[in-house]
């Protein structure tokens, strides 16, 4: 079956500039994870959703970033103002379950984001 | 402070020797440990968990070892291959922390 897509693969923007992520988990995975990993980096969490349930924003760096699930599937991840710390590869993941230390995560090929 | 720390960052190994990789964590509520593997421009795919309850899993080629005393685990690759050349991450989590990632060890396998 299909697994997690991301779009764009790759995004170049000028800094100041909003971008849009999008991912797409597997069908009927009820938990989306967005997470960054830059440079040198590991995964940096970002946000989690879990079925209708707020998501778990703690790890969002700043106001600039926000993301949201509509209809508990698609998640769009969006950065406002973007600065050069901004680049990054952004990813994404999904998972069956609630519990998010339980159930393995699917990820998806990653969004490379570079900000000129 | 990173509560997962993989501190080699790089280990390279010649095809057909054991590969280890290691991890040390600091959070004592950590009950539950993955191994991801991650090609250049992939996203990383699971390849061996281990709960808290025991002390070492198998499969096939890879071994996860938990030493819940000294807070450690360990990936071992045997026989080694060229194809495991690959960006290694361990994840940690538990109740109700996230999954942690450590920064990853890249393994290069020699042929």
């Known amino acids: 079956g299909a697994g997690v897509s991301q779009s764009p693969s790759n995004k170049v923007t000028e800094k100041g500039k909003d971008v849009e992520l999008r991912c797409d988990p597997i069908s009927g995975h009820t938990a989306l994870y967005w997470y960054r990993q830059s440079l040198g980096q590991g995964l940096e969490f970002l946000i989690y959703?879990?079925?209708?349930?707020?998501?778990?924003k703690s790890g969002l760096p700043s106001d600039r970033f926000s993301a949201e699930r509509t209809g508990g599937s698609v998640s769009t991840l969006t950065i406002q103002r973007t600065q050069q710390e901004d680049s990054a590869v952004y990813l994404c993941a999904s998972s069956e379950g609630a519990d998010p230390s339980s159930y393995e995560q699917y990820f998806g090929p990653g969004t490379r984001l570079t900000v000129t | 402070d990173q509560q997962v720390k993989q501190n080699s960052p790089s280990l390279s190994v010649q095809e057909g020797r054991i590969s280890i990789l290691n991890c040390d964590y600091t959070n004592s509520m950590f009950d539950y440990f993955l191994w991801y593997k991650k090609y250049p421009a992939e996203g990383p795919t699971f390849l061996i968990s281990?709960?808290?309850?025991?002390d070492k899993n198998e499969d096939g080629r890879f071994t996860v070892f938990l030493n819940k005393s000294a807070k450690h685990l360990s990936l071992h690759i045997v026989p080694s291959q060229p194809g495991d050349s690959a960006v290694y991450f361990c994840a940690a989590g538990g109740g109700s922390e996230k999954l942690v990632f450590g920064k990853g060890t890249k393994l290069t396998v020699n042929p």
């Open positions: 281990i709960s808290s309850i025991k």
């Open positions: 959703f879990q079925g209708n349930s707020a998501p778990d």
